[in-house]
């Protein structure tokens, strides 16, 4: 399968509240040209966010986020949603995924998970909770192990680890909340930068 995500270093977990809150997060992304958006299964509004971000912001690749079962995958995908990511490893979720033809980025943090999504063709592995699962220690061990794979570590990524997190040779991207908090075009513009300043 294609890697959709190939060009995106940084992939934010977008979490939308409302439709204003969506519209401003979405042009915030648009404003400070990060045109890709993991929006997270984590509020009621979920769903809705995913259909009016698909609908209003063609300019963004829509991806869903802490999808934990097989419905909220399928909703997204009938959505419009290019790649669904979750939190842990889901076998239906990653069969389902297959059949579609959307890319699935589950989360491993053990070797047995990563041998299980390997299994099923997928290398291309969330990180999650990264601070807690030993960080950059833990993604060289298992960077070792297995050849092909390669990590999107999330979970206690900000601006200060950043650029340490897209050195490392295994890290494909890195995910995070941090850059809808605050002035999210500066966290933009502080991104571009800093993958510039290693490119
Ligand atoms: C996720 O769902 O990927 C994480 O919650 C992101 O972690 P963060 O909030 O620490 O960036």
Do not use: H
Request: charged residues 25%.
């Amino acid at each position: 399968m294609n890697d959709l995500l190939k060009e995106y270093k940084v992939i934010p977990v977008v979490v939308l509240n409302n439709e204003e809150d969506a519209k401003y997060k979405l042009s915030s992304l648009v404003q400070g040209e990060l045109l890709v958006a993991e929006i997270t299964f984590r509020t009621d509004y979920a769903l809705e966010g995913i259909k009016y971000a698909i609908k209003n912001y063609p300019q963004l690749l829509i991806g869903a986020g802490t999808v934990i079962n097989l419905k909220q995958c399928k909703d997204a995908i009938e959505s419009g949603c290019k790649f669904i990511v979750s939190p842990g490893f889901s076998r239906e979720i990653a069969l389902f995924c297959n059949e579609r033809n959307v890319q699935y980025i589950p989360g491993c943090v053990t070797p047995t998970e990563i041998m299980e999504a390997l299994s099923l063709n997928i290398n291309l592995i969330k990180f999650f909770p990264a601070n807690i699962y030993g960080g950059l220690k833990a993604i060289n061990s298992l960077g070792a192990v297995f050849k092909d794979t390669k990590f999107v570590p999330t979970g206690g990524i900000d601006e200060n680890n950043l650029k340490e997190y897209l050195l490392n040779k295994y890290v494909k991207a890195v995910g995070g909340s941090w850059i809808l908090k605050g002035d999210i075009v500066e966290n933009c513009r502080f991104i571009k930068e800093t993958i510039e300043s290693i490119s």
